[in-house]
């Protein structure tokens, strides 16, 4: 079943803009992890922050943490055509070895140039 | 290129024949995850193996699923008497295992349409 839910499901924005996605989530987590996805293929892992995180910066992306709320953020910044893609919040809790991903439904985000 | 492949890259089958996926995981990742992703939802976690052994499986994954991933290395995803359902995206991961960072690197996928 799907545990995070992204906002919003769908974004369009000028070439240049920032973007920021939101994501909630239900449990307990070990760490969190965004992903993007081009139309169609296989995922691209973008960052992970740890539960014991706020805020982890890289490149022109920044994600923020927040477990008492159980959300978490993603901001590319200076946006370009070619961000243009699906992007997904996923949970970890590890269960004993086990680091599988539960991700959400995905939000949709368009560059315009 | 040393990422996670898979083959075929998409599979067109009738309802009721059997199909079979391979998934090659980056050469040193001890781990090896199965997903399936339908449209306009986010994948879904199905099996995992840590090393040859079968750890964790989904109640996504009905007795007509079964994955195998003998010495460790590839792994196969085999799906009996195919139904219209089971139509979607079928994706394999693989890891190194570190503790408390465990990135999973993704293949492209295999898109199976059940006819």
Redesign the interface.
């Known amino acids: ?2 545990q ?1 839910e992204e906002d919003p499901q769908a974004l369009s924005i000028q070439e240049g803009e920032n973007a920021t996605m939101n994501c909630s989530y239900k449990t307990s987590i ?2 969190l ?1 965004w ?1 993007r996805q081009n139309s ?6 973008l960052i ?1 922050i ?1 539960s014991n995180e706020r805020e982890k910066h890289s490149g022109r992306l920044r994600v923020t943490l927040d477990t008492s709320k159980k959300s978490s953020s993603l901001l590319i910044t200076a946006s370009r055509a070619a961000d243009t893609a699906s992007y ?1 919040c ?1 949970t ?1 809790l590890f ?12 939000i949709t985000l368009s560059v315009r140039p | 290129d040393t990422g996670v492949s898979q083959d075929p890259r998409h599979k067109i089958t009738k309802r009721g024949q059997n199909v079979t996926f391979r998934c090659d995981p980056i050469s040193e990742h001890n781990r090896l995850y199965w997903y399936r992703q339908t449209l306009g939802q986010g994948p879904e976690f199905l099996t995992y193996f840590q090393n040859e052994a079968q750890l964790e499986k989904s109640r996504l994954l009905s007795d007509r699923f079964s994955a195998e991933r003998p010495k460790g290395s590839f792994s196969t995803l085999e799906i009996q008497r195919t139904e219209q359902g089971d139509s979607a995206m079928y994706l394999c991961a693989s890891s190194f295992g570190l503790a408390g960072v465990d990135t999973q690197y993704f293949g492209p996928g295999t898109r199976l349409t059940v006819l």
Request: hydrophobic share 30%; aromatic share 10%; proline share 0%.
């Open positions: 079943s799907q995070g070990n760490n992890q992903y169609g293929r296989g995922l691209v892992h992970l740890r997904f996923a970890v269960t004993g070895a086990n680091s599988k991903l539960t991700f959400g439904k995905g």
